[in-house]
């Protein structure tokens, strides 16, 4: 087991967000980490990093418990985040977004180039002056660039035009074919479900259903997904 | 006036810039990426001409103590940071504010303790003793010559540090998202040290180079300090840039003016009036100019780009 999520419970100050999530990425699979808005799955995400760490449960990677280990040691353990709202560094140019946190590995500066052409062609650029879509390539690139064991990405087709969305569809499906393990939130089912292995659903801040893409059924999905 | 009194007192108000600006850069530094108001600077100053001083007495080499100089101001940083400084960045201002401020009589009283409260002498290097001859006749110092160069590269090696090094890049990604550099994997905390102790070598290294100027006494560092706020904030709170050039126009404005508004009042009133109000006038100059300046741009000359 690469990720083991147990039981975990995290706060924003004094408003409970997680209730007991339980969720499990092995080890080369792609997970989809689904509920509607509000339910929970960023803060699941945030608890993961320890950026907001749980009050109870545990996180474990690769065996190793991620208790009170600062956002940073999890990130050394292999965790790479994508997340939500993209957070490319502004002020830095695409290459120094790139190059200021990688650590080496299997991915490198060219790697990462062709997998986005579109950054190599901007990366003398400010990360500011970036598109939508360009920061989210950015986002992910940096993350690769860490050599993570576990990519995440949260909601890393928000907001973006459908020839975007498909770029970076297609770039998943690659990462995902290389082997990488990935643990994703995305609202298009019709393009996240033919990623997934598997799937975790919450519903308030708790795992409601776990199973495979193809056991989802148009029920399941109306009962938790639908709006 | 002649061109050469003109000229000499250019280059004095250019190494009072250089001073400033060593001071300055780490002072805006630490606020630009920490959000910390560190009125300690000073204090740091201190450290480093005492430093020099000392071991320049004891060992005779002006360079042996300008390294210990480093060294020092360095590791006070370090130390500080680690003890204290690091408990205050999610604080609000007015607790950096009182608690560094504890620092400066900690500091200052430390000082005494251990030195004593005549002030010490530091000689100016027999490489840099004597001077040279400035177009239109004056004799200019050697050494201050020699700082308006160290200020340069030091200058030129903190464009390349921040602009082009791996180091320089996770402080400007901290400076923008914290949070995040963290989350790719950065050691924040240590960053943080880091960049102080860089703040206070400099600091210290100013000390040291002005400790050959002035005497090396307890609380010299604080005038210092008052005007490396004013040339950060003129410059644009987090900005070397801003720093260097904040720095440079004080350290200018402040020494012409000294020199040239008791002439300018003159023309209008009686000699010793007009030394009085001029030198009155002219202590003032560089807190209307920083008026002027806030009042134009806000955020000064240099707005870091995010907050
Ligand atoms: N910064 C925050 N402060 C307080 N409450 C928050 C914060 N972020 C999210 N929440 C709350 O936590 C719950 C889960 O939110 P989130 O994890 O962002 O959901 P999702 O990512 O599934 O849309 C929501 O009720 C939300 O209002
Ligand atoms: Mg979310």
């Given at each position: 087991m690469l990720l083991d999520v147990s039981k975990i419970e995290a706060s924003y100050g004094a408003s409970q967000a997680l209730f007991g999530v339980d969720l499990a990425v092995e080890e080369g699979q792609a997970v989809a980490l689904m509920g509607r808005n509000g339910m929970g799955k960023t803060t699941t995400i945030r608890a993961i990093c320890n950026l907001n760490p749980p009050r109870a449960g545990s996180v474990r990677l690769a065996g190793t418990d991620l208790k009170g280990k600062p956002s940073h040691r999890v990130a050394k353990l292999g965790i790479g985040l994508v997340p939500e709202g993209r957070r490319c560094f502004p002020n830095l140019t695409v290459h120094e977004n790139l190059i200021a946190a990688a650590r080496p590995g299997a991915w490198s500066l060219e790697r990462v180039n062709d997998l986005f052409p579109r950054l190599a062609e901007r990366h003398a650029q400010m990360a500011r002056s970036l598109s939508g879509g360009e920061q989210q390539m950015l986002a992910i690139g940096r993350a690769l660039m860490t050599n993570p064991r576990l990519l995440i990405l949260d909601e890393a087709t928000?907001?973006?035009?459908?020839?975007?969305?498909?770029?970076i569809w297609a770039a998943i499906r690659k990462l995902k074919a290389e082997g990488l393990s990935i643990l994703v939130v995305d609202k298009t089912l019709s393009e996240l479900l033919p990623v997934a292995d598997r799937c975790v659903i919450l519903e308030n801040g708790r795992s409601a259903w776990h199973g495979t893409p193809a056991e989802l059924s148009a029920d399941l999905q109306d009962r938790y997904l639908g709006v | 006036?002649?061109?050469?009194?003109?000229?000499?007192?250019?280059?004095?108000?250019?190494?009072?810039?250089?001073?400033?600006?060593?001071?300055?850069?780490?002072?805006?530094?630490?606020?630009?990426?920490?959000?910390?108001?560190?009125?300690?600077?000073?204090?740091?100053?201190?450290?480093?001409?005492?430093?020099?001083?000392?071991?320049?007495?004891?060992?005779?080499?002006?360079?042996?103590?300008?390294?210990?100089s480093l060294a020092c101001a360095a590791a006070a940083g370090a130390i500080v940071e680690l003890l204290v400084i690091r408990r205050l960045y999610d604080r609000d201002h007015l607790d950096q504010v009182?608690?560094?401020?504890?620092?400066?009589?900690?500091?200052?009283?430390?000082?005494?303790?251990?030195?004593?409260?005549?002030?010490?002498?530091?000689?100016?290097?027999?490489?840099?003793?004597?001077?040279?001859?400035?177009?239109?006749?004056?004799?200019?110092?050697?050494?201050?010559?020699?700082?308006?160069?160290?200020?340069?590269?030091?200058?030129?090696?903190?464009?390349?540090?921040?602009?082009?090094?791996?180091?320089?890049?996770?402080?400007?990604?901290?400076?923008?998202?914290?949070?995040?550099?963290?989350?790719?994997?950065?050691?924040?905390?240590?960053?943080?040290?880091?960049?102080?102790?860089?703040?206070?070598?400099?600091?210290?290294?100013?000390?040291?180079?002005?400790?050959?100027?002035?005497?090396?006494?307890?609380?010299?560092?604080?005038?210092?300090?008052?005007?490396?706020?004013?040339?950060?904030v003129i410059g644009?709170?987090?900005?070397?840039?801003?720093?260097?050039?904040?720095?440079?126009?004080?350290?200018?404005?402040?020494?012409?003016?000294?020199?040239?508004?008791?002439?300018?009042?003159?023309?209008?009133?009686?000699?010793?009036?007009?030394?009085?109000?001029?030198?009155?006038?002219?202590?003032?100059?560089i807190y209307m100019m920083m008026a002027l300046i806030l009042a134009m741009k806000p955020r000064g000359l240099f707005p870091a780009a995010h907050a």
């Open positions: 928000e907001g973006l035009a459908p020839v975007i969305r498909q770029d | 006036m002649t061109l050469a009194l003109a000229l000499e007192q250019l280059l004095n108000g250019l190494q009072l810039g250089v001073m400033l600006f060593l001071m300055a850069a780490g002072l805006t530094l630490i606020f630009g990426v920490m959000g910390l108001i560190n009125l300690a600077h000073g204090s740091l100053y201190m450290v480093g001409a005492f430093a020099c001083a000392a071991v320049a007495a004891a060992t005779g080499s002006f360079w042996l103590g300008l390294v210990a009182l608690a560094t401020f504890a620092l400066i009589l900690m500091f200052s009283e430390g000082t005494r303790w251990l030195f004593g409260s005549f002030p010490l002498y530091l000689d100016i290097p027999p490489l840099l003793q004597g001077a040279v001859a400035l177009p239109g006749g004056a004799q200019y110092p050697v050494y201050r010559l020699a700082i308006i160069a160290a200020g340069a590269l030091v200058a030129f090696g903190l464009y390349l540090l921040i602009g082009k090094t791996r180091l320089g890049m996770r402080i400007r990604a901290g400076e923008s998202d914290r949070e995040m550099i963290g989350a790719l994997g950065v050691d924040i905390r240590t960053l943080y040290t880091v960049v102080f102790a860089l703040g206070a070598a400099l600091a210290g290294l100013a000390g040291a180079m002005v400790g050959a100027l002035q005497s090396v006494q307890v609380g010299m560092g604080e005038p210092v300090l008052i005007l490396a706020f004013v040339v950060i644009g709170i987090g900005s070397i840039k801003g720093a260097l050039l904040g720095a440079l126009l004080v350290g200018v404005v402040d020494t012409l003016g000294r020199l040239l508004l008791p002439k300018l009042v003159g023309v209008f009133l009686q000699p010793a009036q007009a030394g009085m109000i001029g030198g009155a006038a002219a202590s003032m100059l």
